[in-house]
């Protein structure tokens, strides 16, 4: 129980900048099983992109009026055609990673419990069950996966492509999602590790939480990443004259432990010469109150400025928000190292969500209010020195770091 108070508390804290203005009341229930009337539908939408242009500071800056006028059109009375349109609309282009309509923030939706994710040789399975381990998905029903991820890449919110290579695959175990795109959901065509390829029915659903939970989702606007141990926030240990830094949420404390006791005894062990070495692994942090951040950017620079070279961060397309504006300082101010694939994250996004809730269908959408920036403040993620991308065993960005 501590373990899931922590954890709970943990996300409320993270609410300063990972999403900002969203308020924290439950979501309205959304009965997707009923038939929305056409007049309703359309006043959502209206009322979506209403407030698009009143809230969000620079709506049109990556999409024309006449693109977002458009999206307004479809008038659909089916709740999964409905939700597609409203994720559609909301999806502003580059720079909007924490806004737009999630699936896992809409509670009365099921999901397949699979938790897939993108390698550079496909979609696989990584947990979760209806699958094993390991399988990569080849087709939803008679469409090749492919296709499907063609489709639903126009309603996933992203900073940039790998906010999207980060998202997608938790879009595509959503059957409202496949259906409102007109995909036939009632088959999944799988390659098994065996090399073996099988087509049978997905698995029973569970509610949009129980997935949430399964992909480490604390707030709707985290990006999913590789299952890591969540139990703690950040710590260290010491591996030779290597220090590991696991540094998963941008959080001033974890239980007892404080990031500022974390980052004193880092710059002890280099000015001591207990470690040559400072690898910093933020591929699982998707932010949190970015002031929190001070201690370890204290830390980086003393020991940069005194031993450049030392510290390396590990990132990746799960790096975002605030983790994601913090490391673009520093690469950007320090010259410090970056490993592994490109944050999930922009230098300039924009954040500060206000939830909005569409009365007729329930639907929850977030709108962006403020624009952050950060490193060279480009539309871009902070690219790594060295490129390494995940693989399906072993840690290459972390073997390519400690060296």
Do not use: K
Request: charged share 20%; proline share 7%.
């Amino acid at each position: 129980m501590r373990r899931r108070s922590r954890r709970a508390l943990a996300g409320i804290a993270a609410a300063a900048v990972l999403a900002g203005c969203a308020n924290g009341e439950p979501a309205r229930s959304t009965n997707t099983s009923a038939t929305t009337s056409t007049t309703a539908a359309a006043a959502d939408l209206a009322l979506l992109a209403e407030n698009l242009l009143r809230l969000h500071p620079d709506p049109l800056h990556h999409v024309t009026r006449a693109e977002l006028d458009a999206r307004t059109i479809d008038d659909p009375t089916d709740p999964d055609r409905l939700l597609v349109a409203a994720m559609r609309l909301a999806n502003l282009g580059i720079g909007e990673g924490h806004g737009g309509v999630y699936p896992w923030a809409q509670q009365s939706l099921q999901a397949w419990p699979l938790h897939l994710y993108d390698f550079d040789d496909g979609l696989h399975v990584v947990g979760g069950i209806g699958a094993p381990v390991g399988a990569r998905l080849v087709a939803v029903g008679e469409t090749p996966v492919e296709e499907v991820v063609e489709a639903v890449r126009p309603l996933v919110p992203h900073d940039n492509e790998w906010t999207v290579r980060s998202r997608l695959p938790g879009y595509l175990v959503f059957p409202a999602v496949l259906r409102g795109l007109g995909i036939d959901a009632t088959t999944l065509t799988w390659e098994l590790p065996t090399g073996e390829m099988t087509t049978e029915a997905p698995p029973a659903t569970v509610p949009s939480g129980e997935l949430a939970e399964l992909l480490g989702l604390f707030q709707a606007q985290v990006p999913p990443t590789l299952p890591y141990d969540r139990d703690r926030l950040f710590w260290s240990e010491r591996r030779g004259d290597l220090l590991y830094v696991r540094w998963n949420q941008v959080q001033r404390a974890d239980g007892d432990t404080t990031l500022a006791e974390l980052a004193t005894a880092m710059v002890d062990d280099v000015t001591a010469g207990a470690v040559t070495r400072v690898v910093i692994d933020a591929r699982h942090n998707p932010g949190g109150e970015i002031g929190a951040a001070t201690p370890l950017v204290l830390a980086v620079t003393e020991i940069e400025r005194a031993r450049p070279g030392t510290v390396r961060f590990l990132v990746g397309r799960g790096t975002f928000s605030a983790a994601s504006n913090v490391i673009a300082r520093l690469a950007h101010e320090l010259n410090v190292t970056v490993v592994g694939e490109p944050t999930g994250g922009n230098q300039r996004s924009y954040a500060d969500p206000r939830r909005i809730d569409l009365p007729a269908s329930g639907i929850v959408a977030f709108v962006n209010t403020r624009l952050y920036d950060s490193g060279d403040a480009s539309w871009g993620p902070v690219q790594p020195d060295i490129v390494v991308a995940p693989t399906r065993s072993g840690d290459p960005a972390l073997d390519a770091a400690s060296h």
